[in-house]
């Protein structure tokens, strides 16, 4: 049974760069068909998906936030990371690792979450 | 790209049934039988229920049943028991700009 497990620092100062990995367990990460996520939700509000990469490298993000994000994949670790620049007060949300279905379109299963807090 | 639009709340007493719409556009909703379902308790990582419209991944009760007509998709659960009190998230294949998530609807067992 595939598990995602997110990790990262919980605190980032302003203008810095958020980086948080996730790491896949009982499956492989080079596994057809499926493409390897980043959602996020602010406290108390809805789901925003920040983007998702391939194992080959190719990758999708939200438009919103394509500027400042990078979703990298390292397959000898079973990981994948999400590397988010420029950060402000509006970046303070959970981070959830998820990973998602090219085929029917769903994400199954997902991370925990992480709390990230952007503050001086 | 703009959220799919969910009610904020929804409610119905133990062993009613509680319905959820989800409108997007011909671009997202309307466009492609992919839309799913998302259950999430507070504090916890949301959960799937139903895809391609309304299919249930294994373990998911039969409770749950979910439609499309048009641009809007629908959530059902039939049968309210207290731990269907969550959060439920739409969210829809959009094609060029791929993915996008509904504004999610808070549903209360009464």
């Known amino acids: 049974q595939v598990q995602l497990q997110e990790s990262g620092p919980g605190l980032v100062k302003p203008s810095q760069t958020l980086s948080l990995t996730c790491t896949v367990s009982?499956?492989?990460?080079?596994?057809?068909?499926?493409?390897w996520s980043w959602i996020r939700q602010h406290p108390g509000k809805g789901l925003e998906w920040i983007g998702y990469?391939?194992?080959?490298?190719?990758?999708y993000y939200n438009p919103s936030l394509k500027s400042r994000v990078t979703i990298s994949i390292d397959t000898s670790k079973n990981q994948f990371s999400l590397k988010l620049s420029s950060v402000t007060a509006a970046d303070t949300a959970v981070y959830y690792c998820?990973?998602?279905?090219?085929?029917?379109?769903?994400?199954?299963?997902w991370g925990q979450g992480t709390l990230v807090t952007v503050s001086s | 790209q703009s959220a799919l639009t969910q009610p904020p709340s929804a409610s119905g007493s133990p062993g009613q049934s509680v319905t959820i719409s989800c409108t997007g556009t011909?671009?997202?909703?309307?466009?492609?039988?992919?839309v799913s379902w998302y259950q999430q308790h507070p504090g916890k990582a949301p959960k799937l229920m139903i895809y391609?419209?309304?299919k249930r991944p294994s373990g998911v009760p039969d409770r749950f049943s979910g439609s499309k007509s048009g641009n809007t998709a629908s959530l059902t659960v039939s049968g309210l028991q207290a731990e269907d009190e969550a959060d439920y998230y739409c969210?829809?294949?959009?094609?060029?700009?791929?993915?996008?998530f509904g504004t999610g609807t808070k549903v209360t067992v009464l």
């Open positions: 998820a990973r998602y279905s090219g085929s029917y379109c769903w994400f199954d299963p």
């Open positions: 009982g499956g492989s990460i080079s596994s057809g068909g499926y493409y």
């Open positions: 990469l391939y194992y080959s490298g190719n990758t």
């Open positions: 011909s671009s997202d909703v309307g466009g492609y039988n992919y």
């Open positions: 391609e419209v309304s």
């Open positions: 969210s829809s294949y959009a094609g060029s700009n791929p993915l996008v």
